[in-house]
């Protein structure tokens, strides 16, 4: 399996060249995941309110609306949003539900392609090991690229609550903006079932 990390535009290039559009995107053995930022920092801050997912929402293609932070930040009265936690554990029932040897590529995009992008093929990477997995980021010159850690952190802690492998305790709230206080042990699975 290939995982294509690449920018928004050219995402959309490659989905053109390709012919595909929401009449036939379930007829691939492909995933998409599709990253774009909240209407409050496209609008604010990037000037690029009119951006929108390629495809709208298929079983395939996972479209996902958060800011390229670590935690929410209130920048010149605007909010911009990272990441949830619901948003994580959506993301990581449709990559458990999608990614199998029958997927051939899996195609993954932000705004640049470099850091929330990055952080959901690392994840991939990391947690699909039983699949031969070879990511292919799109060629970088001119930036350092860094993968975004808070996102990468809320997929694992998704993956790891989903998976009954860490029992969270949250400081008495579910989904908490930022997970630097969160407690988490490992459960013994074989004392929880006697």
């Known amino acids: ?3 294509k990390v690449l920018s928004h535009n050219l995402f959309d290039d490659h989905m053109r060249e390709m012919g ?3 009449s036939n995107v379930e007829n691939t053995n492909m995933v998409f995941i599709s990253i774009i930022g909240t209407q409050e920092c496209l609008k604010y801050y990037l000037d690029e309110e009119d951006t929108k997912h390629y495809f709208k929402d298929h079983s395939n293609v996972l479209n996902l609306d958060f800011d390229d932070i670590s935690s929410d930040v209130n920048y010149n009265g605007h909010i911009f949003k990272t990441m949830t936690m619901k948003q994580a554990e959506d993301a990581v029932d449709f990559i458990e539900k999608n990614i199998s040897d029958k997927i051939d ?3 993954i995009h932000c705004r640049a392609g470099m850091s929330r992008s990055r952080a959901f ?3 991939i990477c990391r947690y699909c ?3 031969s997995v ?3 980021y799109e060629e970088r010159n001119d930036y350092v690229m860094v993968l975004n850690q808070g996102v990468l952190r809320r997929l694992s802690h998704a993956y790891h609550k989903k998976n009954k492998m860490y029992e969270y305790v949250f400081d008495g709230t579910d989904y908490p903006s930022d997970l630097v206080n969160t407690v988490c042990r490992v459960i013994d699975t074989e004392k929880e079932e006697t």
Do not use: G, P, R, Y
Request: glycine share 0%.
């Open 20 to 22: 595909l559009s929401d």
């Open 121 to 123: 093929a690392e994840f």
């Open 134 to 136: 070879d990511a292919d």
């Open 105 to 107: 590529t899996v195609f």
């Open 129 to 131: 090991q039983e699949n």
């Open 1 to 3: 399996m290939k995982i």
